[in-house]
């Protein structure tokens, strides 16, 4: 699971950790699982916004529509994404919270998309030391969820986290756990 949230640019990691602690930790979580099963569906950005049609996980599909009120220099220019105050964003499951699973699943599949292209600078490439608050917010996240998401042990590769030496300490330990406990209850 936490394989595909690799990042490129490190301003992006900081906007999704900025997005994560704005988030109900649980709902934050099904959105990486609805992003990771592939579950976004219709996926189209536009100057305005995006729409995305996400499919939960009893095959229900849920309109998500994301406007941003800013010009969008930064987005084309430097394909990063608008503060989240200048979003809004609307899903069809009427969840209460500003910001649901399809919302999240349908902004982390944006995010990804905007950390794949093209426009990412050597400055903003470089490492984080992971030293930043919102960094580490998010690495906090993301080990929780590796701790809690077992099976996936034998497809994480830690090696591709160099983004962050710290959280590829951590992770690296919790698979050599993880693969122990698996061997001990083979033997
Ligand atoms: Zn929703």
């Known amino acids: 699971m936490v394989r595909r949230l690799i990042f490129r640019n490190v301003r992006l990691a900081n906007w999704l950790a900025d997005y994560a602690a704005k988030t109900e930790q649980n709902t934050f979580e099904r959105g990486i699982m609805l992003f990771d099963k592939h579950r976004v569906w219709d996926y189209h950005a536009s100057e ?100 809690s998401e077992t099976p996936s042990y034998q497809r994480f590769d830690t090696s591709k986290l160099s983004i962050c030496p710290a959280i590829q300490d951590s992770a690296e330990q919790i698979v050599k756990t993880v693969m122990a406990y698996v061997k001990n209850r083979a033997q």
């Not at 910001?99 to 599949?109: D, G, L, P, R």
Request: charged fraction near 20%; proline fraction near 4%.
């Open 48 to 147: 305005q916004g995006l729409h995305a049609s996400v499919e939960d996980l009893h095959s229900t599909f849920f309109q998500v529509h994301i406007r941003w009120f800013k010009e969008t220099d930064d987005i084309s220019a430097n394909h990063l994404p608008p503060n989240l105050d200048q979003i809004d964003a609307v899903c069809g499951c009427h969840s209460k919270a500003p910001f649901c699973e399809h919302i999240t699943a349908s902004i982390i599949y944006w995010i990804m998309r905007l950390d794949k292209s093209k426009g990412v600078g050597k400055t903003e490439s470089a490492a984080d030391q992971g030293d930043s608050p919102a960094y580490q917010a998010l690495a906090a996240r993301l080990k929780t969820i590796a701790a």
